[in-house]
């Protein structure tokens, strides 16, 4: 389907794992895409890799979501080289998991200044635009850590609720001009963050089988089903949903107890 032809879509931390898969998509659906990932090596493979598959323009632009100067910059650099940003979708987010008393105040803010203050910054850069045009679609990638806890994975649910306020508090605002702001909370998805955290384990295979087993699908969610629902969130089909938040996590959140 080419829903998104003639549209240009950033999407951030798109180097690897679920922005990958939410850039090859929306490319797929005719946009031209920036990956706006602050890992050059990943980002430019993963650019040349979609175009080459999608024969869409894609384009990887050094960012570092956390400092506002290089989310400026490349929003700068996307109108230069495709115009504005008709689609945003946040994605770039580090998951900094403590227990609380143990973390420490670097722990802090290298979380909420990517997951959180990247986000903010990013939205400012696209949407005086985007209000110009009265049209645009922000995407904010969260996490069902934003409305379930598990125990020490603190800041990680602080940043995530937060952000879920961000997104309905923008949506609202903008919701007249002809934006639609929405997010997505996946569950347990198969990337690199996975896999670290099944890496740290004494059997990392066992990790994994007990996680899928905890899953009620009996599996880890893939970015590919992240991304079609990005997808439509991004199109015209989607604009009378206003500050939404999609859970993808394979029924973990309706579970009481086992
Ligand atoms: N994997 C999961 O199980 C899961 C579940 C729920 C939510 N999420 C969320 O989905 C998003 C993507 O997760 P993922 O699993 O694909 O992670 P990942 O670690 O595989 O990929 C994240 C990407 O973001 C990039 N990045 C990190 N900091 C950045 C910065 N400051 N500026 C620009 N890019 C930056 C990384 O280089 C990487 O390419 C994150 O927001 C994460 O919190 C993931």
Redesign the pocket.
Known sequence: MQRLKNKTAIV??????????IARRLSLEGASVVI????PS??LKTAKRIEKETTNPVLFIP?????PH?VQAMEEQTRLAFGTADILV??????VFREPLASTKQDWDRCM???IE?VWSCCRAVLPAMLEKRDGAIIN?????AFSIIKSTFP?PVA?HALLGLTRSLALEYADRGISINAI??????????E?EFARAENPAQARAETEAKQPPGR??R?DE?AAIAAMLASEEARFMIGENIVI?GGVSLRMYE
């Not at 951030?12 to 922005?19: D, E, F, Q, S």
């Not at 960012?63 to 400092?67: E, F, K, N």
């Open positions: 951030t931390g798109a180097g690897r794992g679920i922005g990958a898969a706006a990932e602050i890992d990943e980002g960012t570092d979501v956390s400092r290089s946040n994605n770039a987010g580090v998951a200044s990517v997951d990247g990638i969260i996490s069902n850590h990680y995530k909370s996946p569950g347990y998805t198969d990337t690199q963050i996975a670290n880890l969610c970015p992240i996590d």
